[in-house]
């Protein structure tokens, strides 16, 4: 009898450790094999990729210099410091210049989903200082295969999670979460985070009346500090 409940208990206790691996490699961009020191250099960083034509940055405490500001916390969108560790990453959400531009984010995880199994997902998100528009409609999708879009208009998946509709992501000051459970299919190995919507479909709302360069025609959103794990037994309580 001891040795059955002890077994169980093996088992609960490696089933919860599992369950609540972060299975989204490098969630802070902290790894990165060299400092940014142009726009679109996404692939700086270790293991994050752009999935389309859309130039997402990066931005570095380690950027001193370069074409363009690209540091942490002062760049050239703005100032925020970093969620979490040193470094994140943006995205434009929203463009007056390109209509349906978009940028993403793309990430190949650590493991695949498990078919029928409950994952909570976790990203944040701040709204740069120099952007003259926010959107809605934030929000990411999985994928079991890799997508390499030949375009820069918005990437055709259903988002498992999506921030509140209606509401405008416009917040400059802190960070704010965009969080959910979404049930696997099974099998999806890849995290993408944007804007899937094209312009017609979202809500866009000018936040800076004051004068911005061309640089800020745009909603323009840092991102970091993004999570995706296995709920235990229906529990996703630990964050």
């Known amino acids: 009898m001891k040795k059955t409940l002890f077994t169980a208990l093996l088992i609960l206790v490696a089933g919860l450790a599992f369950a609540q691996k972060n299975l989204v490699p490098n969630e802070g961009f902290d790894n990165y094999k060299k400092c940014p020191s142009d726009l679109g250099q996404i692939d700086r960083t270790d293991y994050w990729f752009t ?6 940055d990066f931005f570095g405490a380690c950027s001193k210099g370069g074409k363009i500001s690209l ?8 100032s925020q410091g970093p969620k979490s560790g040193e470094n994140y990453t943006g995205i434009i959400s929203y463009s007056k210049r390109s209509p349906d531009y978009r940028e993403y984010l793309a990430v190949e995880l650590n493991s695949k989903l498990m078919a029928d199994s409950i994952y909570y997902l976790r990203f944040h998100v701040s709204l740069a200082d120099y ?4 959107t ?6 999985v994928t079991d295969s890799l997508v390499k879009q030949v375009s820069w208009l918005p990437v055709s998946l259903e988002p498992v999670l999506i921030s509140k509709p209606g509401k405008v992501m416009s917040e400059k000051v802190d960070w704010i979460e965009i969080s959910g459970q979404f049930v696997a299919k099974g099998g999806e190995e890849y995290l993408i985070i944007g804007n899937f919507k094209p312009d017609k479909e979202i809500i866009i709302k000018e936040v800076n009346t004051s004068p911005v360069d061309k640089s800020g025609q745009k909603a323009y959103y840092y991102v970091d500090d993004i999570m995706l794990y296995k709920c235990f037994l229906g529990d ?3 964050k």
């Open 51 to 56: 999935p389309s034509q859309g130039t997402p």
């Open 71 to 78: 540091g942490v916390p002062e760049n050239y969108m703005g």
């Open 131 to 134: 952007s003259k528009f926010a």
């Open 136 to 141: 809605d409609n934030i929000g990411a999708c």
């Open 236 to 238: 996703c309580s630990m």
